[in-house]
């Protein structure tokens, strides 16, 4: 099993689009694909038509990190036509001061919770939008991680946070999570000053690390989420972005699990 990270700490970069179409990519290659909404808010979850699972009374993802001994994940699991889904759930707004309050392994339960999903071929993890306890539980977790960005000075500033973060797990955990992939998304052409400076730093600071690409705004990719599925499902309209989520899903097909 491979497990991705979709982490950035700043909202509104397509960290959730770019979830779902990624799990569609590689689904609509074949694999078997799991998506996991980590993030409290449950935007993967509500946009993919699961708001009654979001709403739902325990046992939730949140009793399977907050005890993942006595929750087995498998049975939270709901099926999307495209591929799997572990919804969020409401409660899991209380996570973060949960664990911290544990005090035991506060950072490293969500390890537990994917050791028992290893039937998948890929899963893909949507992070909250924060530099907490969940967060870092993901990253632990995936040690692979995707990072959506925008084309702006302020993804500039939290993508130098984002990587201070992980040198700092790096150090404390003694692991090596790797980029795998930016994605620069809702690109408009032709480039202002300010997205042309922001690419070109991106460009320069993963060469030879991470490979980057850059997914265009398009109305068929608002218009398929609100339909509750990527631009792969059966029912989306024909997009050019179809292409870079492949190119993308090519690249993490060759990614040693």
């Given at each position: 099993?491979?497990?991705?990270?979709?982490?950035?700490?700043?909202?509104?970069?397509g960290?959730?689009?770019?979830t779902?179409?990624?799990?569609?990519?590689l689904?609509?290659?074949?694999?078997?694909?799991?998506?996991?909404d980590?993030?409290?808010?449950?935007?993967?979850?509500?946009?993919?038509?699961?708001?009654?699972?979001?709403?739902?009374?325990?046992?939730?993802?949140?009793?399977?990190?907050?005890?993942?001994?006595?929750?087995?994940?498998?049975?939270?699991?709901?099926?999307?036509?495209?591929?799997?889904?572990?919804?969020a759930?409401?409660?899991?707004?209380?996570?973060?001061?949960?664990?911290?309050?544990?005090?035991?392994?506060?950072?490293?339960?969500?390890?537990?919770?994917?050791?028992?999903?290893?039937?998948?071929?890929?899963?893909?993890?949507?992070?909250?939008?924060?530099?907490?306890?969940?967060?870092?539980?993901?990253?632990?977790?995936?040690?692979?991680?995707?990072?959506?960005?925008?084309?702006?000075?302020?993804?500039?500033?939290?993508?130098?946070?984002?990587?201070?973060?992980?040198?700092?797990?790096?150090?404390?955990?003694?692991?090596?999570?790797?980029?795998?992939?930016?994605?620069?998304?809702?690109?408009?052409?032709?480039?202002?000053?300010?997205?042309?400076?922001?690419?070109?730093?991106?460009?320069?600071?993963?060469?030879?690390?991470?490979?980057?690409?850059?997914?265009?705004?398009?109305?068929?990719?608002?218009?398929?989420?609100?339909?509750?599925g990527?631009?792969?499902?059966?029912?989306?309209?024909?997009?050019?972005?179809?292409?870079?989520?492949?190119?993308?899903?090519a690249?993490?097909?060759?990614?040693?699990?």
């Amino acid at each position: 099993m491979k497990s991705f990270a979709i982490s950035q700490q700043k909202g509104g970069v397509g960290k959730t689009t770019n979830t779902i179409n990624l799990a569609g990519a590689l689904a609509s290659r074949g694999h078997d694909v799991l998506a996991i909404d980590a993030d409290p808010q449950g935007y993967l979850t509500n946009t993919l038509g699961f708001r009654d699972a979001y709403q739902s009374d325990p046992p939730s993802l949140y009793d399977a990190i907050k005890a993942p001994h006595e929750h087995n994940p498998r049975d939270l699991v709901v099926e999307h036509p495209e591929y799997d889904v572990l919804p969020a759930n409401i409660d899991m707004f209380q996570l973060e001061q949960d664990l911290i309050a544990s005090g035991r392994r506060p950072r490293q339960r969500f390890q537990d919770v994917l050791a028992e999903l290893h039937d998948y071929d890929y899963v893909f993890i949507d992070a909250p939008p924060s530099l907490g306890p969940i967060n870092d539980n993901v990253l632990l977790a995936a040690q692979d991680i995707i990072i959506p960005v925008e084309a702006d000075d302020s993804s500039v500033l939290a993508i130098e946070h984002l990587l201070n973060q992980i040198e700092s797990l790096e150090r404390g955990y003694d692991v090596h999570i790797r980029e795998r992939a930016i994605l620069i998304s809702n690109v408009n052409y032709p480039l202002d000053n300010e997205q042309r400076d922001a690419i070109a730093w991106f460009e320069d600071t993963f060469d030879g690390r991470a490979p980057v690409f850059e997914v265009r705004n398009r109305a068929a990719i608002k218009r398929s989420l609100g339909a509750g599925g990527s631009i792969f499902g059966a029912d989306a309209e024909d997009t050019d972005m179809t292409e870079v989520y492949l190119d993308v899903a090519a690249t993490l097909e060759e990614v040693d699990a």
